[in-house]
């Protein structure tokens, strides 16, 4: 199946997979958006008018996060498991992958999924592993985790695990849907792309996959938030009760 112009075969997998390829229209976007490039580019730390920054103190608000550095993990994930989802569900169903160049790609730092992405252009690229590493890890997660690196106190080996983390729910959910619709096809396509993908250099020492079942050996640090349990994968079975830093992986 080639790439239709409006990817529609993502809008059945849920939120994080849609993504929309039209240039938004002013009731959807009062304000002009950046681009991805433009939110991973560098900045004062204090300007809450940059998109990144005024993401992590939205998602901080929202969580009554005591400290910025968990917002702006919570944020980096949530970020990955969109564009995560999006590759994989593509390479999955069309077997082909849009073009995911920040460059390309609207972003709204105060919307949610499936509403926070525009995809200007739609151009269509091979959807072997290679291919995807390039288009997230390299193109998005790697600037991305600099960015916040650059402001907040996060270990390289945190956003690694979140990076994996991610990818490895985007190929759960897929799994899944694969398996209620009988596509058996699309199930194999993104098990053996999700296994290539986690033996990537940059993601390979961050947790174990077990058929669809992921546990990683970073922590992130969702269990500070007030009330607030671990993650299914996370490297905890419980939360601590005293660690003035979670471990990095």
């Not at 991805?36 to 939205?58: I, N, Q, W």
Request: aromatic share 6%; net charge positive; glycine share 8%.
């Amino acid at each position: 199946m080639d790439l239709d112009p409006q990817l529609a075969a993502l809008r059945p997998l849920g939120g994080f997979f849609a993504l929309r390829t039209a240039a938004p229209t002013a009731r959807q976007a009062p304000r002009p958006l950046p681009t991805l490039a433009e939110a991973y580019a560098a900045a004062s730390p204090d300007g809450d008018g940059h998109p990144l920054t005024f993401r992590v103190r939205k998602v901080a608000r929202a969580l009554r996060a005591p400290e910025t550095r968990i917002a702006a993990s919570v944020a980096q994930q949530g970020l990955a498991a969109r564009l995560w989802s999006v590759a994989l569900g593509c390479a999955a169903l069309y077997g082909e992958l849009p073009d995911l160049d920040p460059r390309l790609l609207l972003w709204d730092p105060d919307g949610s999924a499936p509403d926070d992405l525009w995809l200007t252009e739609v151009r269509a690229r091979p959807a072997d592993a290679a291919t995807l590493a390039d288009s997230v890890l390299h193109a998005h997660l790697e600037p991305l985790a600099e960015a916040l690196r650059t402001r907040h106190r996060l270990a390289p080996g945190l956003l690694r695990g979140n990076a994996a983390s991610a990818l490895a729910g985007a190929a759960r959910q897929l799994d899944q849907w694969a398996r209620v619709h009988g596509r058996t096809d699309v199930r194999a396509r993104s098990r053996a792309l999700t296994a290539e993908l986690l033996a990537h250099p940059l993601l390979a020492a961050t947790g174990t996959l077990t058929g669809t079942a992921f546990r990683r050996r970073s922590c992130c640090l969702y269990y500070r938030l007030p009330g607030a349990g671990v993650c299914g994968d996370c490297c905890f079975v419980r939360p601590p009760r005293s660690s003035p830093r979670a471990p990095s992986g």
